[in-house]
């Protein structure tokens, strides 16, 4: 299997988010151990990943403008989800997940809004070869995919996995795109960037031909809500 690597792709960028802490599964910069223990009620595969190890960590913390810090939360997540590719082929390779924790504040822009974006590019670029994209954000609600309450994360992190065929698609009624993706999901090696440019620009205004029909805003005909609804 032939992967890409997008290291030394052209990143004036770079720098915008600063590693704190590398791939770890226990990470000393975060408190995380307590809120992934008890997120094991609402992922069947999250306790075993945990039990062998498999879950892991990685520690950033922004330092620039919302644009730049976009367009590095966007290169993290491409270097994890090609990190996991060859991995997850290999024996308990499906239960490994790699997180990327976002710390520190871009002023007036807050961490949901920092994420949405590189979220929903690398969602889409990757559902084709089956790496599955979520979001958390710290402090905030969620809820799991049956209603339920979950607990509240300490920190906003990035979950890079490997996709469930036969059960994250059910799951995608907003984005039946996305949920087709999914289910035929087959890595065969290919470049996902074939096609696209490694700029994040174009990969921003790549990621909204994959927007659902969206509903204009109550205070203005050409203000569109936000597309990265929860569960999307």
Same mark, same amino acid.
């Given at each position: 299997?032939?992967?890409?690597?997008?290291?030394?792709?052209?990143?004036?960028? #770079?720098?915008?988010?600063?590693?704190?802490?590398?791939?770890?599964?226990?990470?000393?910069?975060?408190?995380?151990?307590?809120? &992934?223990?008890?997120?094991? #009620? *609402?992922?069947?595969?999250? !306790?075993?990943?945990?039990?062998?190890?498999?879950?892991?960590?990685?520690?950033?913390?922004?330092?620039?403008?919302? $644009?730049?810090?976009?367009?590095?939360?966007?290169? !993290?997540?491409?270097?994890?989800?090609?990190?996991?590719?060859?991995?997850?082929?290999?024996?308990?390779?499906?239960?490994?997940?790699?997180?990327?924790?976002?710390?520190?504040?871009?002023?007036?822009?807050?961490?949901? $809004? @920092?994420?949405?974006?590189?979220?929903?590019?690398?969602?889409?670029?990757?559902?084709?070869?089956?790496?599955?994209?979520?979001?958390?954000? !710290?402090?905030?609600?969620?809820? #799991?995919?049956?209603?339920?309450?979950?607990?509240?994360?300490?920190?906003?992190?990035?979950?890079?996995?490997?996709?469930?065929?036969?059960?994250?698609?059910?799951?995608?009624?907003?984005?039946?795109? @996305?949920? +087709? &993706?999914?289910?035929? +999901?087959?890595? $065969?090696?290919? $470049?996902?960037?074939? *096609?696209?440019?490694?700029?994040?620009?174009?990969?921003?205004?790549?990621?909204?031909? *994959?927007?659902?029909? &969206?509903?204009?805003?109550?205070?203005?005909?050409?203000?569109?809500?936000?597309?990265?609804?929860?569960?999307?």
């Amino acid at each position: 299997m032939t992967l890409i690597r997008i290291d030394g792709a052209p990143r004036p960028t #770079a720098g915008a988010l600063r590693l704190v802490e590398a791939s770890s599964t226990r990470p000393a910069t975060v408190n995380i151990a307590e809120y &992934a223990e008890r997120m094991t #009620a *609402h992922c069947p595969y999250l !306790a075993p990943s945990l039990q062998r190890g498999l879950t892991t960590w990685t520690v950033y913390r922004a330092d620039a403008d919302a $644009d730049a810090v976009e367009a590095e939360l966007f290169h !993290a997540g491409g270097q994890a989800a090609e990190w996991l590719r060859p991995l997850i082929r290999r024996p308990q390779g499906a239960l490994r997940c790699e997180n990327i924790v976002l710390l520190g504040d871009v002023p007036g822009v807050r961490h949901r $809004d @920092l994420m949405a974006w590189p979220y929903w590019a690398l969602r889409h670029l990757y559902a084709p070869v089956g790496i599955m994209f979520g979001k958390f954000y !710290a402090g905030e609600d969620e809820r #799991a995919r049956s209603g339920e309450r979950t607990p509240v994360s300490p920190v906003s992190f990035l979950p890079v996995r490997a996709a469930v065929r036969r059960r994250d698609p059910q799951f995608l009624h907003t984005t039946p795109e @996305l949920a +087709a &993706a999914l289910a035929v +999901a087959d890595d $065969d090696g290919r $470049d996902v960037f074939q *096609h696209l440019s490694y700029d994040w620009t174009e990969i921003r205004s790549w990621s909204k031909r *994959h927007l659902p029909p &969206a509903k204009p805003s109550p205070t203005s005909r050409t203000t569109w809500v936000s597309p990265i609804r929860p569960g999307s």
